[in-house]
Each structure stands twice: as C-alpha cells, then as structure tokens.
C-alpha cells in the first residue's frame, strides 16, 4: 500500500504545533496503557478461574470435551473482544470534532481511485469506510461490501486500480469515561 490507514502528520509540523499535540497523544498513550491495564487484569482473572488442578481427576473422553469447549470459548471471546475494539475505534473516528485533544493523526475513511494507463482514459471507482473492517465499493450505480485487505491493494500498476485521492478525518483523544 503506498498510503496509510493511519497517517501520523508530527514529524512535519512546526515545534509550537507539536507542543500543541503533545498533550492530546500524551493522553492518548495514557488511554492505551489503561486499556492493556484492564485487559492484563481480566487475562489474570481468567487465567486464576482455569488453574489445573480445582477439579477432580476426569476421564481421557471428558478432558478432550472439556478442552474443545474452552477452545471455542476461546475463539468466542476472541471474536467478541475484536467486535468490541472495533466498535471502538469506529466511535472514536466518527464522533464530533472539538470534544477532544489533538493528536495529529488522521483516519483513512475513503479513497478515490483510477484505473487505466492515462488521465485522458479510463474508470474512477470511490471506496467509503462503512465501519470497523468494512468498506464499500461504489463503481458508478453498483456498491459491493468489500473488507479493508481489498482497499490495502489499491497500490496500482498497469491497468489496476490506482489511489489518486486519499480521504482522511481527523482522530482526537478524549478521556475514557
């Protein structure tokens, strides 16, 4: 991909702006340690509830039920926790601007893209962030679902589709509830 999801604009700002930012990104890598923090505690919590040895000794047949069952709990939670920051970071980028601190850091939300050998010729297509790790293709009158993987090959080349204009809104950090 030659554009990023996330583009990170402080290494091209004055040093008064990046004064201005410092605040905003110093919560905003305050917010993440809590986040790891209340995430550290309930891996613990978890891990104290399933320690060996708290139940009476079981049968081979029981073991293997018992381990496919915390295996799909497993993949269960882990599915949730991602629908869970997902959700997240989408309340994060879409909600009002001014509620928050300045980070300088951007969120890729569409993009506009060309294909063909020449600006003379060929076909624009818009790519719209639709939430989390989907996006949607507009192709003239047709709109297909598609998963971000799809917008990180828009590098071009030859006849493919080319990013020729990137969309981005601003992120701010605001204090967790």
């Not at 081979?60 to 295996?71: R, Y």
């Not at 003239?140 to 971000?148: G, L, N, R």
Request: net charge negative; charged share 35%; glycine share 10%.
């Amino acid at each position: 991909m030659q554009y990023p999801r996330v583009l990170d604009i402080y290494e091209f700002c004055s040093d008064a702006l990046k004064k201005h930012l410092d605040a905003g990104r110093d919560l905003e890598r305050i917010e993440r340690e809590l986040e790891d923090a209340k995430r550290l505690a309930g891996l613990a919590a978890q891990e104290e509830a399933t320690k060996p040895g708290q139940d009476v000794e079981m049968k081979d047949a029981n073991e293997e039920v018992k381990e496919a069952k915390k295996k799909a709990v497993g993949a269960a939670a882990k599915a949730e926790e991602k629908l869970r920051m997902l959700k997240k970071e989408d309340e994060k980028l879409y909600r009002p601007h001014g509620k928050g601190l300045d980070t300088g850091n951007y969120q890729l939300v569409a993009v506009v893209t060309h294909k063909g050998r020449s600006a003379d010729g060929g076909h624009y297509i818009g790519w719209v962030h639709a939430g989390g790790e989907d996006w949607l293709q507009c192709d003239d009158d047709i709109v297909t679902a598609v998963k971000y993987s799809d917008i990180e090959a828009l590098a071009g080349g030859g006849d493919m589709d080319t990013a020729y204009i990137c969309f981005y809104r601003k992120l701010e950090a605001v204090k967790s509830a």
